[in-house]
């Protein structure tokens, strides 16, 4: 899929959930300046305030090209509402990260809000909320108790999913997690390097499910597909933003007919000082830039950056300009 379709596309998406009568929408070469992603357009347009100048900011985000591309668009937006902002966009695993943000290293980054309950504070997978609302009151609870806060989830959901090429579900005649009992024992899996500790991984697998694997093996995230295609892995932990996912039906993902791999909208973790410091449009500008990340977003988004092999810094920009956040 081209560059010029996939922004396109996410001109169309963005169109599509403005209010009738607010904006007309036409091809990406229009005028962005009306294209807001929100309720309208041109109260969508960040504004600089001088009194954000002397604030500096380091927004952090995990290694991968989704939490990379969020990391973008709100440092962006943190930027152009006039604060100092630095990024460190590559920080690993959420361990890593909330570290990180703990010493005072970033000032916030976004956290699966599934994660932050099953990897920090020790919530069975079953027991997060399906509701992204009841998840990121259940969250902030306990991010209080660590002097941390959580902003309001994005529209977007990501989950871990168990995948595989289509011709080898059929050939093995999987539709769902719980069909690989009695083959899973034969088969490969890849995944990230933590996903070997965590409940919603392969921790949840082995117990949740039942299955044995006939070898587990790290990889890098960006190899997720890579080692499908070569034929190294049977089976990859994949996420269902991806956006080789909405590019073809050459993978297929397993029904996760227990519940085990819950899926998680983002929140930006930071701190009470933080805000503090920052002044109102530190929460008002990462509530806004990211209002317009529906699940289609974000897989283009990541298309881009993973298919097309764009810079995810233009294609923050180009997000936060067809929005109309920018000009």
Excluded: H, W
């Amino acid at each position: 899929m081209s560059s010029t379709k996939l922004k396109y596309l996410l001109v169309l998406s963005i169109c599509a959930m403005l209010a009738f009568g607010l904006a007309a929408c036409g091809s990406d070469d229009s005028d962005d300046g009306d294209s807001g992603s929100g309720n309208s357009s041109s109260a969508e347009l960040i504004q600089s305030n001088p009194d954000n100048e002397s604030v500096d900011l380091t927004i952090g985000s995990k290694n991968f090209t989704e939490q990379i591309v969020l990391g973008e668009i709100y440092a962006q937006g943190l930027e152009a509402a006039g604060y100092s902002v630095d990024t460190d966009l590559n920080l690993g695993s959420e361990t890593i990260a909330l570290a990180a943000l703990k010493k005072g290293e970033i000032s916030g980054y976004p956290e699966y809000v599934s994660t932050a309950l099953t990897s920090f504070y020790d919530a069975a997978p079953e027991d997060v909320p399906a509701d992204a609302q009841e998840a990121f009151t259940k969250v902030q609870a306990d991010l209080k108790k660590d002097g941390l806060v959580a902003f309001p989830p994005t529209p977007f959901a990501s989950a871990n999913a168990v995948g595989l090429l289509t011709s080898k579900a059929e050939e093995l005649g999987v539709t769902k997690i719980s069909d690989l009992e009695g083959k899973s024992q034969d088969l490969t899996l890849y995944g990230s390097p933590e996903c070997r500790q965590r409940i919603d991984c392969l921790v949840g697998l082995n117990e949740n499910y039942g299955l044995e694997f006939k070898s587990f093996t790290p990889v890098d995230i960006g190899l997720r597909y890579e080692v499908l295609d070569k034929g190294q892995a049977d089976l990859s932990i994949l996420f269902t933003t991806d956006a080789q996912l909405g590019a073809s039906d050459k993978y297929t993902i397993l029904e996760d007919d227990k519940g085990v791999l819950p899926a998680g909208n983002v929140v930006f973790l930071t701190e009470q000082k933080t805000i503090d410091e920052a002044g109102p449009d530190y929460q008002a500008t990462i509530e806004k830039v990211q209002s317009g990340l529906t699940e289609k977003v974000m897989q283009e988004l990541d298309a881009r950056v993973d298919i097309d092999k764009e810079d995810p810094a233009a294609v923050a920009a180009d997000y936060l300009k067809a929005s109309g956040y920018t000009e």
